[in-house]
């Protein structure tokens, strides 16, 4: 039973380098969503995808481009990555995006950028 | 102003002690309402749902003022294991339902 599946779980990048992280659900959910959390900040929601098809951004997008390919993958790429992206990033889903729903999160990917 | 707040603490309490956390939130047209729990370096894990008549699930209760626009987490009987921080997370009304957390408040148990 594997629920939210995330890829990479740590990460090294140089200023300037690309790199996609993966994220797989096996619940049928139609809502998937991107976190990014800094030391002693809350998850802050990089980008939504309400049902397969649709992206919408969230409070902190820029310097992030995502894809939902289908309604399992909702990977989350890095074009030209920044220091200021060093951070933990979770995926997560939830059923049908409706508003009492519990998110089910990945295990998180530690991103470094140097 | 942020959207959900959170006292970061931490909140350094013994064995035993009964804690509260508050949390406030700007958008009175906010949904729904949760604890969320997250150990270092894990994901965070739903702790319990908010319910606007206040719920309880054992050692914990939780209450929501939609008038004042907060909601509580109270730990009864602290044990070593609530050693935590403890996430409250709003949903938020926009093209779609719109989980967002506050900063976290970091809870310390000790013998």
């Known amino acids: 039973n594997a629920g939210v599946t995330q890829t990479p779980k740590f990460q090294v990048l140089k200023t300037g380098q690309s790199m996609t992280l993966q994220c797989a659900q096996d619940m049928n959910h139609n809502s998937m969503y991107w976190y990014r959390q800094d030391p002693g900040m809350g998850l802050r929601l990089i980008y939504y995808?309400?049902?397969?098809?649709?992206?919408d951004k969230g409070e902190v997008p820029n310097g992030y481009n995502v894809s939902r390919l289908n309604k399992r993958e909702f990977s989350l790429r890095l074009e030209s990555a920044a220091p200021s992206q060093t951070s933990v990033y979770f995926c997560a889903s939830s059923g049908q995006g409706s508003a009492n729903e519990k998110l089910f999160f990945g295990s998180g990917t530690q991103l470094s950028v140097l | 102003r942020k959207e959900v707040e959170q006292d970061p603490g931490p909140f350094n309490v013994p064995e035993g002690a009964t804690v509260a956390f508050n949390c406030t939130y700007s958008n009175s047209a906010s949904q729904s309402f949760f604890w969320y729990r997250q150990d270092c370096r894990k994901e965070p894990k739903l702790l319990m749902s908010v319910y606007s008549s206040g719920n309880e699930d054992g050692r914990f209760t939780a209450q929501l003022n939609r008038a004042s626009q907060y909601i509580s987490l109270l730990i009864r009987d602290s044990k070593l294991s609530d050693s935590a921080t403890y996430l409250c997370?709003?949903?938020?009304?926009?093209?779609?339902?719109?989980?967002?957390f506050g900063r976290g408040t970091s809870l310390i148990v000790h013998p």
């Open positions: 995808s309400a049902s397969e098809g649709t992206t």
């Open positions: 997370v709003v949903t938020i009304p926009g093209g779609s339902y719109i989980p967002t």
